[in-house]
C-alpha cells in the first residue's frame, strides 16, 4: 500500500525565515512519482513539482528548493525567505507509475499548514 | 490557457436530496479524476477516466456516487440522496493521458453543504 506522512499538522514562521516542510513516503515500487501542491487560502490546489523516483537530483526554484532522498524516503520542501503570501496549506502526494496497473490516482498527506507573518 | 473549471463553485442542498457536480477538463487532456477534500478524511480519490477505458472506481465511498464522463471531456458526479457526512469540497483534476509525462491540474472545486 502507499502512504504519504506529512507529520507538520501547523508551522508558524515570521517573514524572511526558511521553512523546510517535510514529507515520508511508503511505497513497494521501485518506480513513483512524487509531488508537492498549494493550496492557498482561495482553496485551489497549485501544482509546484513533479520528482520521478530514478531522478534524485534536487531541484531549486526561486525561493523553493526540494530534496529528494530514496535511501530515507523523503521529499522535502524547502522556502528560503519566506514572504507572506506563501501562507497556504501545502500536500505532499505519490503516484504509481501507470505500468504498475490501477489508475494513476494521487495519494496526498495530510498537508501542512504553513502560515507566515509579517 | 483555461484551466480545469468546476460549477456550481458553492453548492447548499437538503439532506436526501440528488446533486450533480459539473467538471470542464482542460483541452487535450484525456484523464479526468475526481477528488473529494473533508476536514477528517483528508484528499481522498474518487474516481478515474481515462480516455474509452474503463473507469477506476475504486474510491467511491458507496452506490449512492456515481460519475459519468460524456464525449471524453465533461464529467457530471452524482451524489444521490445526500447525507450530511457528503459536506466535502469535491475537487476534479485533468492530465494528458496515457503514454505522456503526467501532471494532474486541479480546478477549484465545489464546496458541498448537506444540511
Known amino acids: 500500500a502507499q502512504k504519504v506522512t506529512q507529520a507538520q499538522t501547523e508551522i508558524s514562521v515570521v517573514e524572511k525565515e526558511d521553512v523546510t516542510l517535510d514529507c515520508v513516503y511508503e511505497?513497494?515500487?521501485?518506480?513513483?512519482?512524487l509531488f508537492w501542491y498549494k493550496q492557498p487560502p482561495s482553496g485551489e490546489l497549485v501544482f509546484l513539482i513533479r520528482r520521478n523516483s530514478f531522478d534524485e537530483q534536487n531541484e531549486i526554484s526561486g525561493r523553493y528548493s526540494w530534496n529528494f532522498q530514496k535511501s530515507t524516503s523523503s521529499f522535502n520542501f524547502t522556502i528560503t525567505a519566506s514572504q507572506v503570501v506563501d501562507s497556504a496549506v501545502y500536500f505532499c502526494a505519490l503516484r504509481r507509475p501507470r505500468q504498475q496497473g490501477g489508475s494513476e490516482k494521487l495519494v496526498f498527506g495530510k498537508g501542512t499548514k504553513l502560515t507566515v507573518n509579517p | 490557457g483555461a484551466g480545469v473549471s468546476q460549477s456550481p463553485s458553492n453548492k447548499v442542498t437538503e439532506k436526501g436530496k440528488d446533486v450533480e457536480l459539473r467538471c470542464d477538463p482542460i483541452?487535450?487532456?484525456?484523464?479526468l479524476y475526481w477528488y473529494r477534500q473533508s476536514l477528517g478524511q483528508g484528499l481522498e480519490f474518487l474516481i478515474y477516466f481515462q480516455g474509452n477505458s474503463a473507469p477506476d472506481k475504486s474510491g467511491l465511498p458507496s452506490d449512492r456516487f456515481s460519475a459519468e464522463r460524456t464525449g471524453g471531456s465533461v464529467s457530471t458526479l452524482t451524489i444521490q440522496r445526500t447525507q450530511q457526512e457528503d459536506s466535502a469540497v469535491y475537487l476534479c483534476?485533468?492530465?494528458?493521458?496515457?503514454?505522456?509525462?503526467?501532471?494532474?491540474?486541479f480546478g477549484p472545486g465545489t464546496r458541498l453543504t448537506v444540511l
Open positions: 511505497t513497494r515500487d521501485t518506480t513513483y512519482y
Open positions: 483534476a485533468s492530465s494528458l493521458g496515457a503514454g505522456r509525462p503526467d501532471t494532474q491540474y
Open positions: 483541452s487535450g487532456h484525456t484523464a
